[in-house]
């Protein structure tokens, strides 16, 4: 995820795919495993037992980590099934999931932090895993091939911002009563920069006009208190890297009810 996210190129998504074919992903599940510790042959309803998540802007995703402890970061006593590369994505293509988000951690915990890298399957592409082939950027009947859409990696900063930057940008947020929520995460651009990103989320039917005046007055907070040495950027949550950063990241506003 780190190679592509630095340097997007097909070889590296080839590499991407063929080591998420191999992968051993920690899948939540609502039904306790067998007791028995090993390997168990999978079950026909394994996938009717996942633990199928609505992210923030109301999308079915499933849910995957790299490992125990990641898991753990998300929910400390679920229990869960480990399953392999075309399994999985077998196993999934089998559910109403949109997208596989990996590595997700708990948003409504102020302790809570990534702890591992993450980012999301689209459905097309672990449709393709799921047949063992190795995912292409989706062609459009009659047109010429477009590149891939560019891949960015959410995760987390070294160092978090300072406090008073997340207030200063609450006590703006609070002046617009359409803004509900509001996340943090760095974003890491295939040219390597990050960028701090404020992803905002607003109530459903807000206009656009209210939309536009609320991240213009965001987006000046934003240039005010973020330090000059970081890049950084506001999207709404409702668009797809939007989606991204709500799920993965640090959730710092809410709205008062």
Known sequence: MLAV?????P???????????KTWFVVPTREAPPDAPGFHDVQENTAATFS??????????????????????????IPWIALQGTGFFQAVASTDAEEIVINPYELDDPNSRMIRPGGRVKRWEFEELAEGNLPQTPMH??????????????TMPTQMPAAKVFDALGATASK???????????VIYPDGEPHWTVAVEFTSGSSRKHVERAMAALTKEA?????????????LASSALG??????GKKFYSAAR
């Open 176 to 186: 617009f009563g359409d803004v509900v929520a509001m996340y943090f995460a760095q």
């Open 11 to 21: 070889e590296t998504r080839r590499v991407l795919y063929e080591s998420m074919l």
């Open 243 to 248: 989606q991204s950063i709500a799920t993965t």
């Open 141 to 154: 009947e009659g047109a010429d091939m477009q590149a891939a859409p560019e891949s960015v990696l959410v």
């Open 223 to 235: 240039g005010t208190v973020f330090p000059t040495t970081v890049a950084g950027d506001l999207v």
């Open 5 to 9: 996210a630095h340097g997007d190129s």
């Open 52 to 77: 199928l998540e609505h992210d923030s802007a109301g999308l079915l995703v499933a849910v995957a980590f790299t490992d125990e402890e990641a898991l753990r970061n998300w929910h400390k006593t």
